[in-house]
């Protein structure tokens, strides 16, 4: 059992105050990173509106794809179905975007703002099948909900 109890503390500890969404994302895809085990890639994507896609936001890891059609790949049915998705074997997912060859598994959670519209999709790699079990899911739906709150409404 990983003990992830820290993370929101810090989290918010990081973040509180900070105005710029950008700041915000590339911290937090910094915080994750260094402290939740077994991930090969950790970050954002951001919604454009004008194009109905998604695009590369702060994130850490391999290069990546930069921009993602809405309802294509797990990023992107997330973002449509504003829904998370836990993909426990990336192989099993129609449509899945591979990036880097390393990911076998992967979460994809939506931000939305206070009226509930999306602003973008925090993602979650994994180089091993089924990481993202109930208590990881839970905890980075919790980090997702600081990192929306802060971008919301700063301090
Ligand atoms: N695998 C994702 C693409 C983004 S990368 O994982 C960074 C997808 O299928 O949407």
Redesign the pocket.
Request: glycine share 16%; proline share 0%.
């Given at each position: 059992m990983e003990n992830y109890h820290l993370i929101s503390d810090q989290l918010n500890a990081l973040l509180t105050g900070e105005k710029n969404p950008i700041t915000v994302l590339a911290n937090a895809s910094a915080l994750v990173n260094q402290t939740v085990t077994n991930l090969n890639?950790v970050?954002f994507?951001l919604y454009d509106h004008e194009h109905d896609e998604?695009y590369?936001g702060p994130?850490q890891?391999?290069v990546?794809?930069m921009h993602?059609p809405l309802g294509?790949?797990?990023?992107?049915?997330?973002a449509k179905e504003v829904q998370p998705q836990v993909?426990p074997d990336?192989t099993q997912?129609p449509?899945?975007?591979?990036?880097?060859a390393a990911?076998k598994s992967?979460l994809?959670i939506p931000l939305t703002d206070k009226s509930g519209e999306l602003f973008g999709v925090f993602?979650l790699?994994a180089p091993v099948k089924d990481r993202f079990d109930q208590q990881l899911v839970r905890t980075m739906k919790e980090v997702a909900q600081i990192i929306s709150k802060v971008i919301d409404e700063p301090a």
């Open positions: 890639w970050g994507y998604l590369l994130f890891g391999q990546a794809c993602i294509h790949g797990v990023c992107g049915v997330a993909v990336v997912f449509g899945y975007i591979s990036c880097d990911a992967e994809v993602d790699d």
